[in-house]
C-alpha cells in the first residue's frame, strides 16, 4: 500500500484553492454574460431569471472566499459541499450554453 505523509506546507491550500475559485469565477462569469444578454428559447423566462440569480450569488459567495482566503493568507478552506453545489451549478450552465448554441446552429 502506498503511504504519503500529508503535506505541511502552508502555501499548499493557497496554491491549489486560487485557480480553482478562479476558474470558478470565470465560468460563472461566462454564464452571468450569457443569461443577461441572450434569450434561451427552450427555458422559459423565469427559468432563465432564476438561473442567471443562482449564478450571481454564486459568484458574490465565490467572491467572499477569495477575500477570505486572501485575507488569511491562505489559511481558509472551502467546505466540500460549497465546491460541489458551485460545481452542480457549473455544470448546469455548461448544459445551458451547449442548448444554446445548438438552438443557434439549427435556427442559422
Known amino acids: 500500500m502506498f503511504n504519503s505523509p500529508i503535506p505541511t506546507?502552508?502555501?499548499l491550500l493557497k496554491t491549489l484553492l486560487d485557480p480553482l475559485l478562479e476558474?470558478?469565477?470565470y465560468w460563472f462569469e461566462r454564464s452571468h454574460t450569457l443569461l443577461e444578454n441572450e434569450h434561451m428559447?427552450?427555458?422559459e423566462l423565469g427559468e432563465q431569471q432564476?438561473?442567471?440569480n443562482r449564478v450571481t450569488e454564486m459568484q458574490k459567495s465565490v467572491s467572499a472566499m477569495q477575500s477570505l482566503v486572501s485575507a488569511t493568507n491562505g489559511q481558509a478552506g472551502v467546505d466540500m459541499k460549497v465546491l460541489m453545489d458551485w460545481h452542480r451549478l457549473v455544470h448546469e450552465c455548461w448544459?445551458?450554453?451547449m442548448k444554446h448554441r445548438q438552438s443557434e446552429e439549427h435556427n442559422a
Open 41 to 43: 428559447e427552450f427555458m
Open 95 to 97: 448544459g445551458v450554453s
Open 23 to 25: 476558474d470558478f469565477q
Open 50 to 52: 432564476d438561473l442567471l
Open 9 to 11: 506546507d502552508p502555501d
